[in-house]
Structure formats: structure tokens, C-alpha cells
């Protein structure tokens, strides 16, 4: 026979109210957690995203910078040549004069 007497009652409903409220409490812990790696997983996306532009940026100055010493470098490179074939020239014509 199934004890129905007010203590047993008192008792089932205290567990049940412990259990509802320990149901509760997880839930409430719960999203606050899911929260925080929220938080923790947006921040950290949003640092990835920062350094792949930082890392553009410094290709894109890494390649500006290159193109303006080989800019630099080809203009050294005219200027020696236009100097070198003055100079040839010059040389071919004393020999040619020699001779």
C-alpha cells in the first residue's frame, strides 16, 4: 500500500522543490557559461581577424617597399649604363682615331 500520510507528502514536494531548484541553478550556470565561450570564441575570432589584416598590411608594404628598391635599383642600373656606354664610346672613338 502507497503511503499517502502529510510527512511523506512534505518530504516528495521538499525534493521535488530541491529539484527544481538545482534545475534552476543549472540553467541559470548553464548560459552564462555558453556565454563565456561565447565571449571567449568571439574574441578570439576577432583576434584572428586582426592579425590576418595586420598580416595583409605588411604584405602590401612588404610588396610597396619592394617595388620602390627596384625602382631604385633599375634607375642605378640606367644610370650605370648610360654612364658605361658614354664612357665605351669614347674609348671606341680614341681607338678608331689611333689607327
Do not use: W
Amino acid at each position: 500500500m502507497i503511503d499517502t500520510s502529510p510527512r511523506v507528502g512534505s518530504t516528495l514536494l521538499k525534493r521535488a522543490g530541491r529539484l527544481e531548484t538545482e534545475h534552476a541553478m543549472v540553467a541559470l550556470t548553464k548560459p552564462a557559461s555558453v556565454d563565456s565561450e561565447g565571449a571567449d570564441r568571439d574574441e578570439t575570432l576577432s583576434e584572428a581577424r586582426q592579425l590576418i589584416a595586420d598580416l595583409r598590411d605588411a604584405a602590401q608594404d612588404g610588396r610597396h617597399l619592394a617595388r620602390r628598391y627596384a625602382e631604385m635599383l633599375q634607375n642605378v642600373v640606367d644610370e650605370y649604363c648610360v654612364e658605361f656606354e658614354k664612357r665605351a664610346e669614347a674609348a671606341l672613338a680614341r681607338l678608331e682615331a689611333v689607327q
